[in-house]
């Protein structure tokens, strides 16, 4: 079994910046890509960002582009969202989660195909 722990939500005022950490535990799998994803009140989940295991190749939601970045620490089995210039529209629970299939860079941002899922982190930008 994979475990998937998230850390470092909370409660930012508008502008403010933080860091979610996702560490990777358990049984050892192949690892193609792992992925940000959130859930507003009343939303569907929505893709925030990706990242190649492998290459370090990374790909973002317009929503989110230039504002957040996704990084991997492969010796600590550990990914990164760094958030900065939050807005209240960011508010929402974030889930990271890990895939072993390949796909192109635009399709990482379909949930389906993640094979494993964090519990969530709640993360609230107040304006």
């Known amino acids: 079994q994979v475990q998937l722990v998230e850390s470092g939500g909370g409660l930012v005022q508008a502008g403010g910046s933080l860091r979610l950490s996702c560490a990777a535990s358990g049984r050892t799998f192949s690892r193609h890509a792992m992925g940000w994803f959130r859930q507003a009140p009343g939303k569907e989940r929505e893709f925030v960002a990706a990242?190649?295991?492998?290459?370090?190749?990374?790909y973002y939601a317009d929503s989110v582009k230039g504002r957040f970045t996704i990084s991997r620490d492969n010796a600590k089995n550990t990914v990164y969202l760094q958030m900065n210039s939050l807005k209240p529209e960011d508010t929402a629970v974030y889930y990271c989660?890990?895939?072993?299939?390949?796909?192109?860079?635009?399709?990482?941002?379909?949930?389906?195909?993640?094979?494993?899922w964090g519990q969530g982190t709640q993360v609230t930008a107040s304006s």
């Open positions: 990242i190649r295991w492998s290459t370090g190749s990374t």
């Open positions: 989660a890990a895939r072993s299939t390949f796909a192109t860079i635009q399709a990482l941002s379909d949930a389906n195909p993640y094979d494993y």
